[in-house]
């Protein structure tokens, strides 16, 4: 029996004291402060499955972790009912209380029932919340299967963390973690976001694990790294740096493009990021096929600027960058996707210009995403053929008229009639 098995049997039996119909299936993730388990309960001949977070303090640390004053950030008026005073350490209380006040937000993992054992000198808390797939685990299949993260797919996994950080927001809570470690996807495609209280733990009892732990460290704001006051927008600051990873081939910041990168890299690119540098620009780059423009570089360069003032304030306002770019694209796939040889194809488009052809592979969405990459290649093959001499002809005449400077070259018009 390996180490895995007797975890699992180990805890069978302790929650067959406090949960007997639920049964551990198999241990989904370790965290900083226990792990997490899948469990099941057949009812009635159906069978349900749920994730079991297992946190673990022991007296020192629950009564340090008071002493420190640890955040709160939680509306008071929404305190949790079935749970009476019984010496239960605060971060517990905190995390129960937060997840609570969140429960049925859409876009939020929501808790299902909770339970408390107190064990010698350790206090532990069993959290029941529904089952979700770990963002982190569809990141590393991706990554081994070769398939890169589409455009439409990074607007949808950012419009869905905004929509959370928006009922955090309306709630006063600042989550202070967003990595893809605290993301979801649930079985319909929803990505949700999760792991309220952990990394406020870890900090409060734990300050140097801040500074060693480089998965907390990478997506953490310049002010927070600064020691410095700050609000909301450092969760917009985390999930905008996590977009930026996901339309720069997994790769955050200021790491090398391209091959092998070391710790090394990774804490210089860190040292740059938190010392406030500019990120560099995603324009330009390619997925399959679609080039990341200049408007959808700003969009994310906004949200994770070193300035938090300069930041979107708040998550609908990110949301509605994100949404606002959605439907430029899709009425621009025709410029953006025939003429990427010249610069112009950051320019502004003409919104009546439509190509069916992409417009139909953009609605087959990112579930299919290898077939819409398929189909979109197709639409500028064709239009590559039909404008093949169009397209020389247009650049030379935006070149005449560049080089005569008499007005700014507006090559959207031209490029669309011939594509047309
Ligand atoms: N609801 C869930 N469904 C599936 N897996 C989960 C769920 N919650 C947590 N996990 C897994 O357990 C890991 C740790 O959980 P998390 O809540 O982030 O705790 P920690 O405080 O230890 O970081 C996650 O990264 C994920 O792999
Ligand atoms: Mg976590």
Known sequence: MGTEDIRCRIMEEELGTFWPQWHVVKRLGGGSFGDVFEIFRDNYGIRTFSALKVLRISDAEASYSLSSGNARPYNAEESCSNFGENNIPEVFMNEIRIMEALRGAPNIVSIENFHFRKNAETNSLYVRMELLTSFVKVMSDRQRSGRQFTIPEVLKIGKDICTALSFCEQRN???????????????????????????????????????????????????????????????????????????????????PAYGQYTVQDIDAANYRRLHREELPSLAGIRIYGEMIDERLDSVIRKACDPDSHRRYRTAKEFYDALSGHEVREDNTQTISTTVRTTESSHREPDPYQRSEQLNAASAAGYADHEKVYAQKEAGIQEARGEEGINLALIVAIVFIIETARKTPADHSRPRDTSAS
Do not use: C, W
């Not at 927070?224 to 450092?234: E, K, L, P, Q």
């Open 173 to 255: 809570i600042i989550h202070r973690d967003i990595k893809p470690a605290n993301m979801f996807v649930d079985k319909f495609g929803n990505y949700k976001v999760g792991d309220f209280g952990a990394s406020k733990r870890m900090e409060t009892i734990h300050p140097t694990h801040m500074m060693t732990g480089i998965g907390t460290i990478s997506y953490m704001a310049p002010e927070i790294f600064a020691g410095r006051s700050y609000n909301n927008t450092v969760d917009i600051y985390a999930l905008g740096l996590v977009l930026y990873q996901l339309l720069n081939n997994g790769r955050m910041p200021f790491l």
